[in-house]
């Protein structure tokens, strides 16, 4: 039998990346300041997972200007909906194991 633990991801082993990527995975796109706010973290602890999800080509940055401010966006990539959903599905098989 397939030990479901083996395809959990590291990269979501963080509650914030996590979060990160659920709240991408239901919006087309989120900007910084309203992922801050959803996720109730300070910009740099953000600013760095967002790193991570970005050098694993899990999610989509796009930088822009609204009026003379800078607006930050990020979706999620095609690689990093697939990685998210093997991972939900590993956990939820591990969580069944156990019942």
Known sequence: MINPI??????????????IMSALMVNDEIN???????????DGNLASH???LEE???IKVQKGFV???TNTT??????GEK????????LEKMIRSLE
């Open 67 to 69: 009026g003379r401010k």
């Open 83 to 90: 990685a998210f959903k093997l991972h939900l599905d590993a």
């Open 50 to 52: 967002l790193k991570t």
């Open 56 to 58: 694993n080509n899990y």
């Open 32 to 42: 910084f300041n309203d992922l801050k706010e959803l996720i109730k973290v300070t």
């Open 6 to 19: 083996e395809h959990l991801n590291k990269v979501f082993d963080s509650r914030v990346r996590l979060g």
């Open 74 to 79: 990020y979706s999620v990539t095609k690689a």
